[in-house]
């Protein structure tokens, strides 16, 4: 089933809801006890809330490695170039780009590279993803901030990646991933959702064939989402498609959609969603009356002054779109990114 735009009357005129988006989650954060101490991080927005929409696949690495439950405690460690040497499947470090490995202290057992032949064996399931949800602090699923020791014990940083998200963030640069945690702020929230639907939207696009018409059309339907998160960034991506008669459109849709996403990545200010809204407001001129455009107008100054939130304004002017259709606007995601249900924007 085609999931190209979803909003909340897709699902109540289908009568069920439209095919979930596959992303993959750390399984603890589901509920499932895999722990070291035999415990889960259960996040019921991701199992109740984001699971309407998503269709969570739970991964655990350190199970997949081979790591019973419960188990040692395990941490990255960074050694020496003397016993860094020999293997090229090392996790590197940013920023000093020397090997850690994952260790558990008690008995200095080390499962690096059962965790690499793992995750080896996972691409399948992860191309297939179209974002992933990964436990915050862990040396295995942690995104960022993870804590490298040496072997004596004592911390060398607390700027690593785990072992399993660095390997994910690597092989698959374009996947929106974030942490659990940080979901419960409403702005990273958006964000990690919104480029979700957008990421599945290019795989969608991709799975039917990379075309020049394909790729314009997505790029407009996107115009006022880039355009809210990066305006220099939105310009630059209108440049880079203004000569499609390149040889092979592969090349240019690869360097199109790494941009796209890292334009996605930064997060849309209020003043560039004023910008937006005020774009808007323009394709009305003339074609509905004064009072309403005026009263949407002081609904747009009042979210500047953050005195409503953003489904405000732009509900009013969903509502102008509905009584004058205007043709480019209707196939804008800007207006329906993602299902109302969520609430989104109701917290920006
Ligand atoms: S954080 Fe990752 S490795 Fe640790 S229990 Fe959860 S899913 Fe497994």
Redesign the pocket.
Known sequence: MARSRRTDSDVSQAGQAPARIPVGI????TG?A???DGG??HSRYCTEVLSRWFALR??????GAGLG?PRAAIRLEQSGASQSGGSAEAHLSEPARLPVRLIAPRDRSDHTNALHHWIDGQDDLLAGLRGFI??AK?P???MARIRVYNPAGQVLRRDAS?L?AHALMTRYPLMPVEEAARLNDAGLRENFIERVFVYDDWCQLSARGISRAGLLAFHTRHKLQLLAHCQQGYRELGRLLSDLRVEDIHVLAAEYIARVMHVMAQPASRGAHVNVMQHMLGYFRGRLDAGLREEVQAQIQAYQREEVPLVVPLTLLRLMQRRAPDAWLAGQHYLAPYPDALGLRNQL
């Open positions: 750390s399984a603890c954060l499932q895999v722990r070291h889960h991080k739970p991964l655990c690495p350190e199970a439950t990964l436990t862990s295995s699923c942690g785990g399993f």
